[in-house]
């Protein structure tokens, strides 16, 4: 709608996560290496966290792309409790086909590929998205199913991914056991007004955009009402394109976000933060000042 008339290529702001636009803030570098590090060291399990809307999938598919040949991966991507077994997922998460789907069958046939893997100089990794949803029985038949060894060598490395209510889990005290496996810990945080300024610029100039396409005062009150968290972002400036867009603006102003906020305040249905309105006529010195006109 908005590309042809601000020169963009494509959507910069789309909700979808795609691992092209990933940002690097410091704390996606700092996960980023983690996992990395994770992967390398053998790590049994390694835990990466953050509040919904973090770029946590974001970052997980940036970080698949990096894995080479000499690591088989598994995917989990839609979990629920209520879904059925752990070992039915993890199944069908490396495309595995058991003669039969009864709990031994499954773990036994599960196990053979994970030796298979092994014998042919290949590690098997399993991630699992949304691990914060699977609940406390699945997480203690995960733990179990990372004593699949030979000798010293670790055969299968977990990765759980989630937002900040899996920490709650995992420090239940009937799941203490899992929690000594955690190697690798890390909560992914909003990013700060710095880094959501580099952020609305990084996925500009991913589709051909120019940096001056938000104004100053429009990027601090961007990250007023979205308090750095990147969902939040693409949501609002997605829809200050479209106001400047309709407006027949070059740019994107403050006066602009403040609009697209007060207008999904008042249907009742808007995801920014509820903080107090700033000033139309001098929004940039209020939001650096953090007043409320």
């Known amino acids: ?36 590090y994770g992967l390398s060291s053998g790590a049994a399990f390694a835990v990466i966290t953050g509040e919904v809307g973090a770029g946590k999938t974001t970052l997980l598919k940036h970080f698949l792309r990096t894995i080479g040949p000499e690591v088989t991966v598994g995917l989990i991507s839609n979990t629920h ?7 039915d997922w993890v199944t069908s998460a490396f495309d595995l086909s058991p ?3 009864d709990p031994a069958t499954l773990y036994n046939h599960f196990v053979d590929f994970v030796l298979q893997q092994y014998a042919e100089g290949r590690r098997t990794m399993l991630f ?15 733990r179990m199913l ?7 060598d670790l055969l299968l490395q977990i990765v759980l991914i989630g937002q900040p209510e899996l920490l709650a889990e995992l420090n239940r005290p009937d799941l203490r056991q899992f929690a000594q496996r955690i190697s690798i810990s890390y909560h992914l945080g ?3 007004a710095e880094e959501t300024a580099g952020y609305v610029l990084h996925r500009l100039s ?24 990147p969902r939040l972002i693409n949501n609002l400036a997605d829809l200050a394109l479209v106001y400047a ?3 027949e603006s070059a740019h994107v102003d403050g006066r602009q976000i403040i609009e697209v906020v007060a207008d999904r305040q008042a249907t009742g249905l808007s995801p920014f933060l509820d903080l107090p309105m700033p000033s139309r006529d001098d929004s940039l010195r209020v939001i650096l000042r953090g007043e409320a006109a």
């Open 146 to 152: 990372s004593n699949i060894n030979s000798g010293k």
């Open 99 to 101: 003669p039969a789907r």
């Open 128 to 142: 699992v998205d949304e691990a914060q949803n699977i609940g406390p029985q699945m997480l203690e038949k995960l």
């Open 81 to 87: 409790a209520s879904l059925g077994d752990v070992l």
């Open 1 to 36: 709608m908005y590309e042809a008339h601000f020169g963009l290529s494509g959507k910069p702001f789309a909700l979808v996560p795609d691992p092209d636009l990933l940002y690097p803030s410091r704390r996606h570098r700092r996960a980023l290496a983690l996992l990395e």
């Open 245 to 247: 867009f309709g407006a």
């Open 206 to 229: 991913k589709v051909g955009g120019r940096r001056d396409i938000f104004t100053a005062d429009a990027l601090a009150i961007l990250h007023y009402f979205t308090g750095g968290v």
């Open 190 to 192: 909003a990013l700060d």
